[in-house]
């Protein structure tokens, strides 16, 4: 059985600009869990708008259990994947059920209903992460943390085998960053689902991740992918950073710690 992702010398440039992904190739297993990291603008957002679809690359190739994420249909790939975005802009004032509901829009029937089955996996996605006691509020009177997570709640709802999210713990507190992460790893290891998350936190990665895809501008470092602990040393973390870290062990788990920029 082949990789469920294969991404094969993948290369994009926005028009008038300098290429920002160059050759880029690697594979993902089916129920994994990636971190995708690096400085900013690197391409991490730009790479996972590729994954989904949503962008199409200048060359290369992106195939999703063998067949090209660009060849599929917007309602079979739906079917297949969910992205939750950095910044979803939600101009009309849709209560947070209405909101998680419309995950569901692949899997109506015919006459475009939902059914009790689409009803109880909103409700199961709002539960599992904490935003159930919304569900009658409208999406524009919450905080910019509540509405993460209630974009995370839409993508469980869609219920693909493949959730790509683009830095889930953006604004919200430490507790919900923990609970955020816990979330996703269960549902990685209960229901097998394949996850793909940008993250600028490496201390996450390095707890949360069985592998990290490890960007790097220009052409003097090149992207690598692995298991966190061979990934992040801290001699590649200084270069590709420019910061420099020293590794800390407590309970057998690893942290990273800057300590000052590198001169």
């Known amino acids: 059985m082949g990789p469920q992702w294969d991404i094969q010398t993948l290369s ?22 990636t971190g995708v990291a690096g400085p900013n603008g690197v391409g991490k957002t730009t790479l996972i708008h590729l994954l989904s ?22 309602a079979s790939l739906a079917r297949r994947l969910a992205l939750v975005r950095q910044h979803t802009d939600m101009s009309f004032g849709f209560t ?5 509901l419309m995950a569901r829009t692949a899997h109506l029937d015919w006459r475009g209903f939902e059914s009790t089955v689409d009803r109880d996996r909103v409700h199961e996605a709002l539960c599992l992460t904490e935003t159930d ?3 009658h ?19 469980l709802a869609q219920d693909t085998d493949v959730l790509i999210l683009d830095e889930p713990t953006n604004h919200l507190d430490l ?25 600028h936190d490496i201390n996450m990665a390095m707890q949360y991740c069985d592998q990290v895809l490890l960007l790097s501008p220009g052409y003097d470092q090149k992207s690598v992918i692995g298991p ?17 870290v020293m590794r800390l062990t407590h309970n057998e788990h690893t942290f990273i710690a800057p300590i000052g920029q590198c001169r």
Do not use: W
């Not at 200048?58 to 249909?73: A, D, N, P, R, T």
């Open 133 to 135: 006691h919304l569900a």
């Open 137 to 155: 509020r409208s999406i524009n009177s919450l905080s910019g943390g509540e509405c993460q997570r209630v974009f995370i709640a839409r993508a």
């Open 53 to 74: 679809g949503t962008l199409n690359p200048s060359e290369g190739k992106i195939l999703l259990e063998g067949q090209s994420v660009h060849g599929m249909s917007p």
């Open 96 to 100: 947070v059920e209405e909101t998680v």
């Open 12 to 33: 994009f440039a926005y028009k008038g600009q300098g290429v920002l992904i160059d050759q880029l190739s690697f594979s993902l297993a089916a129920g994994t869990f």
């Open 228 to 244: 966190p602990q061979d990934v992040l040393t801290c001699d590649r973390i200084e270069a590709v950073f420019g910061v420099r």
């Open 175 to 199: 507790k919900h960053q923990i609970a955020v992460y816990d979330l996703l790893k269960s549902i990685q290891v209960d229901q097998g689902k394949t996850i793909i998350t940008i993250t």
